[in-house]
């Protein structure tokens, strides 16, 4: 089954949702308005509504025709991002400072478009767990909703979740089988030196120089203490330190991300990173501490539901159009907490090509979400139901 026919013909409809979401922005834990669209728009089409798991959350239920116990769940994140849009057209952000920016408004209207759709068929036996989840961006929105019971409010056979993909093209389809994202997880060094007059070195510890070093030396994490099949990435994102031009500071601070895949090597990682920053350090008098805070953990698709997955994708785009085999990428996902959970799959799909409508990466202030997939990824959710819970004869 192509694009469904209905979904189509609200198509302007859904644009019209996901632009006013695209231009009032809510950050973690704050989706405040915008749960209660969704909310809204749940109960005006007669399905059960559930409100306060992780704040903002909402889970909107639906029973189909006949109810043979089986449920399945769908997930949509609902947050933005700090960063001030630069795009425009007249739905930019009015919200200062804070853009959607990586196509939330996007998945939540494609998760209402199916909602709507289905709310109208019911062509399925069992229930939906339609979710709509806060504070994907950094924050574990996923992993808060899962700790205050979730599941054991809404017991899903299955979960699964999508993402619009910058850089492939519309109508095209991607996912893998077992490890899809990497785990996400971030460091703090302080390094304490002494502080000086600038024109005065040897009077102090110089904590830049001590800093320069130890960032150099925790690239050789993934080139040297990694297993070169083994994917990792270790990035310095922050080095802050000083407050003049003649001053040798006493504390320099460095932060960044660390990203993974094996459980073994993202214990390594925290490992090399405490033994380099403090052996530097030591090694000149001065001292290393490190914080190192494990978030998100990889996202890992199970064999069975990504082979229904690809064979729902391929009724919606063709099979000719669907990429089961793509390779895993370094960005992470909460959704992750979800998958440790239950077993389930995480698809990407296409945005646009670079250089055309919905080709600008995400987390650029330029981008947007490109409302031609709307009814593409509203067509796959709603697939996706009838043919995890066919109606008995």
């Not at 933005?80 to 400072?97: M, R, V």
């Not at 064979?311 to 793509?326: L, S």
Request: glycine share 10%.
């Amino acid at each position: 089954m192509p694009i469904i026919n209905r979904i189509a013909e609200f198509h302007d409809e859904m644009k019209s949702w996901r632009r006013d979401i695209h231009r009032h922005p809510e950050t973690a834990f704050e989706e405040v308005r915008t749960s209660d669209i969704v909310a809204e728009k749940l109960a005006e089409w007669g399905i059960e509504v559930h409100r306060g798991l992780a704040g903002t959350g909402v889970v909107g239920l639906l029973k189909g025709q006949n109810d043979s116990g089986r449920k399945i769940g769908l997930r949509a994140d609902m947050d933005a991002l700090h960063i001030q849009e630069l795009n425009d057209f007249e739905h930019k952000s009015i919200n200062d400072g804070k853009m959607h920016a990586c196509g939330h408004d996007g998945h939540t209207t494609m998760l209402l478009g199916a909602a709507k759709y289905l709310s109208e068929t019911r062509n399925f036996d069992g229930s939906v767990a339609f979710i709509f989840q806060p504070a994907e961006e950094n924050e574990g929105g996923g992993r808060v909703m899962v700790e205050e019971g979730l599941f054991d409010l809404f017991p899903v056979e299955t979960v699964f979740g999508m993402h619009n993909m910058p850089g492939i093209p519309v109508g095209q389809v991607s996912m893998r089988e077992g490890p899809a994202m990497a785990a996400f997880d971030i460091f703090e060094i302080t390094v304490e030196g002494r502080g000086a007059h600038a024109a005065m070195p040897h009077q102090g510890i110089d904590p830049i120089v001590i800093g320069a070093q130890i960032v150099g030396a925790l690239q050789t994490i993934a080139s040297r203490r990694t297993e070169p099949i083994d994917s990792v990435v270790v990035s310095v994102t922050q080095f802050h330190a000083g407050d003049t031009w003649n001053v040798i500071p006493q504390t320099a601070v460095i932060r960044g991300t660390a990203r993974s895949f094996r459980a073994e090597t993202r214990t390594q990682i925290e490992t090399d990173i405490r033994r380099i920053a403090e052996g530097i350090a030591s090694a000149q008098d001065a001292k290393a501490s490190v914080m190192y805070d494990c978030r998100y953990p990889a996202v890992v698709n199970t064999p069975a539901e990504t082979e229904l997955a690809a064979e729902v994708a391929a009724r919606v785009v063709g099979g000719d159009k669907v990429e089961v085999g793509a390779e895993p990428l370094m960005g992470s996902e909460d959704f992750a907490y979800m998958l440790q959970e239950k077993p389930g799959c995480y698809i990407w799909l296409g945005n646009g090509m670079e250089g055309g409508p919905g080709g600008c990466s995400v987390h650029n202030p330029s981008y947007d979400f490109n409302d031609e997939i709307s009814v593409i990824g509203a067509s796959y959710w709603c697939n996706l139901v009838e043919t995890a819970l066919p109606r008995q004869a």
